[in-house]
């Protein structure tokens, strides 16, 4: 049990997620979350302002149950299979941290110096969450998919266009954590 | 009832990436920084077991729950898209430390201000459904 409560090394989660991807092909579907937010859009009627969003959203409502499970699953894994260790960064990262101002994580799985509803309207909290997410959520469907779909479901299935796409990931995210996060945080 | 057993493959997804640690903002910089094997070995294992098994799908020619040949679909191959998509949504990986999924399970987690990380990324699917006839692909 003291191994259920710990945080679960890689050699477990990674295989654990592949097992995921096969139970979804196993069920006749994919394993691709982004496409829960394509969906949304198209019950919200998005379908009347952009045909993108014109198709029968109702085939695609076992991934918005889908996303409920994980949101349950988040829900069940903090607060019944989780004990009070903390997230053991390298030494190396949390010194790169503190030159942004970013305090040594303690149980929060996020900075709460960033992420909290008091920093929202301020420049930081607008450039990380409403524009961080408005990348996140532009460019997966932009590439034609997230980290599940390309890569893992499209690097999985050997997809040239899932290894650029991934490629594309890490050239966005190093800009990000290279010069924008310096800039803005240091 | 037909739905149950997607949203229990959801529920197991969700304590594995917050067993794994996957959702953390942390970790998704240690990751950008080579900091860490971590997230490397995560996805890594994953996609080495992944290959395997598609390859075991694709050649024994397994079926479905319905019967039916597991169909696998090749993604769209767009080079331009693939890559400049990729791009801004690295950007935004690095920003907000959670892809999607990571975005609902933080939800569950109780750090209900990624609801504000969710609506922005919705907005960011409907502009690109705007855009997308006028965007290079």
Redesign the interface.
Known sequence: MDQ?LA????????????L???????????FA??S???T??AIGG?GK??G??KYDWRSQ???L??????????????NY??DDSH?I??R??IE??ADWSISE?TKA???TEI???DS?FTLNGI????????????????????????????????????L???????????????F??PFILG | MK?L?????????????????????????????F?????????????????I??QL?KRRE?K???G?K??????????I?????????????????????P?????????Y??I???????????????L?SR?PH
């Open positions: 259920i945080p679960w090394p890689w050699f477990v989660v990674g295989p654990l997620i592949t995921v991807m096969f139970i979804m092909l196993y069920f006749g579907r994919t979350i982004s829960s937010l394509r949304v859009c998005a302002i952009a993108f969003f409502i076992w991934n149950v889908f996303i409920g499970g994980t949101i349950i699953g988040g829900f069940i894994a903090s299979l989780s997230i960064l390298s190396s990262t790169t941290l994580p799985l996020v900075p992420f909290s509803w929202l450039i990380f969450m409403i524009l961080g997410g408005f990348l996140v959520g532009f460019g997966a469907r932009y590439a034609g998919g997230c980290t599940s779909g390309h890569a893992i479901s499209g690097l999985s299935n050997l997809q040239v266009p899932s650029i796409a991934v490629v594309g990931f890490f050239i966005g995210g190093m800009i990000t954590t290279y924008l996060l | 739905f057993k997607f949203l229990i493959t959801g529920v197991f997804f969700g304590i594995v990436l917050t067993k794994g640690q996957v959702i953390s903002w942390y970790r998704i910089q240690e990751m950008f920084l900091d860490s094997f971590h997230m490397y070995g995560v996805i890594g294992s994953a996609v080495a077991l992944g290959i098994v598609i799908i397994l479905s729950i319905n039916e597991i169909n696998i679909p090749d993604k769209d191959n767009k080079i898209s693939s890559l400049i998509g990729g791009i801004i949504f690295g950007l935004g990986w690095s920003f907000t430390g959670a892809c999607p999924g975005i609902f399970i933080l939800i569950g987690n109780g750090m201000i990624f504000v990380v969710l609506i922005s990324a919705l907005v960011g699917t409907f502009t690109y459904g705007i997308k965007l």
